[in-house]
């Protein structure tokens, strides 16, 4: 980790105006308006080449409107210089910035790195909504989606995991700061260029490289793999993003002509609908009775194939009976033996 020991306006004025110039309408495509002093960027910056790129592009593109924060999540030796290491640039450049610590609590059980994720996820939302930030930016680039791409086609993943992620989402349920990935046009070299022409050595994790990593190890294929560039990758990702937001819109429509809700019970016509089609109907009407994110995968499928075939079935708390609209209702409760 070193940051130049040219004086601090040269880092802003490394960032060539080109590279402005193509971030600020990447920037306004996510965000749908430029940030101000009163509703600044939050920017999450770990301190690698990605997000260090992003924080330098949104200063020199939006002087005056960034705020930066880093979570220190605990879970490494190193993580707590590196977070000083992000606190030093951003003074050097004029960005306040905050370390967010850990919640050890929130780390606790299941997967950790996705425990790690959430946990990110929820104290760059408590800190954005304390700090009046509208939006939440985070790195996430062309290779990203590449890498996504390749590790999701070969667990045989379906349409909606083979799609890109959002360019913006709600951060959280129900609150108002969005979820924002402005550099989803940029590859991982041309932040990597950028950075290095403002004389700044980022953050590297070890991870990143570590083979018993899935996306360590498809980083490495790509990389040495011309026949699977990550640009064109993305590109299907994109796509599929596309036809993903179009089947949303059809199923709505047919949410509305063909389910009946009814308090806690649904009732749901699926004649003559596409394989799909069905199976977002069937887990929207499980997700409305159980007010629970709807199951996926092969336990949706089971559950469909068995009231397909007159059966009644039960999944995530909710019991399905067939007929000419499938009802949907809450299971009883299991009784004490």
């Not at 760059?124 to 009046?132: E, I, M, N, T």
């Not at 290779?143 to 709600?170: C, H, K, Q, V, Y």
């Not at 397909?308 to 708390?317: C, E, F, Q």
Request: hydrophobic share 45%; with cysteine.
């Amino acid at each position: 980790m070193r940051i130049s020991a040219a004086n601090d306006a040269s880092l802003i004025d490394a960032i060539a105006g080109a590279d402005v110039a193509r971030f600020t309408p990447d920037w306004l495509a996510v965000a749908g308006r430029p940030p101000s002093a009163a509703e600044p960027i939050g920017i999450a910056v770990s301190g690698g080449t990605d997000s260090v790129a992003l924080l330098l592009l949104a200063r020199a593109a939006f002087p005056g409107a960034v705020l930066a924060a880093t979570v220190d999540h605990g879970l490494r030796a190193e993580s707590a210089e590196e977070a000083a290491f992000v606190g030093t640039l951003c003074t050097r450049i004029g960005v306040p910035h905050a370390i967010l610590p850990p919640r050890p609590e929130m780390l606790a059980g299941g997967n950790l790195q996705d425990r790690a994720r959430a946990m990110r996820y929820r104290c760059l939302g408590d800190w954005a909504v304390a700090a009046g930030a509208p939006w939440v930016a985070v790195a996430h680039q062309q290779d990203d989606l590449a890498e996504t791409f390749l590790l999701r086609a070969r667990r045989g993943a379906g349409l909606g995991g083979l799609a890109a992620m959002r360019p913006n989402r709600p951060l959280r349920t129900g609150a108002p700061t969005l979820l924002v990935r402005p550099l989803l046009g940029w590859s991982r070299a041309e932040l990597a260029a950028l950075i290095h022409a403002a004389g700044i050595e980022p953050v590297e994790d070890p991870s990143n490289r570590h083979p018993r990593f899935d996306r360590s190890r498809a980083r490495r294929l790509l990389a040495e793999t011309p026949e699977l560039p990550p640009s064109r990758l993305a590109l299907a990702a994109t796509n599929l993003r596309d036809a993903e937001a179009a089947l949303d819109w059809v199923a709505e429509r047919e949410w509305a002509e063909r389910a009946e809700v009814d308090d806690d019970k649904v009732a749901l016509d699926l004649a003559d609908l596409p394989r799909e089609l069905r199976r977002r109907l069937v887990a929207r009407a499980l997700k409305t009775v159980a007010d629970a994110p709807p199951p996926r995968g092969s336990g949706l499928d089971r559950l469909i194939a068995a009231v397909d075939a007159g059966r009644v079935a039960t999944l995530a708390g909710v019991v399905v009976r067939p007929g000419p609209r499938w009802q949907f209702a809450p299971a009883p409760p299991h009784r004490s033996p």
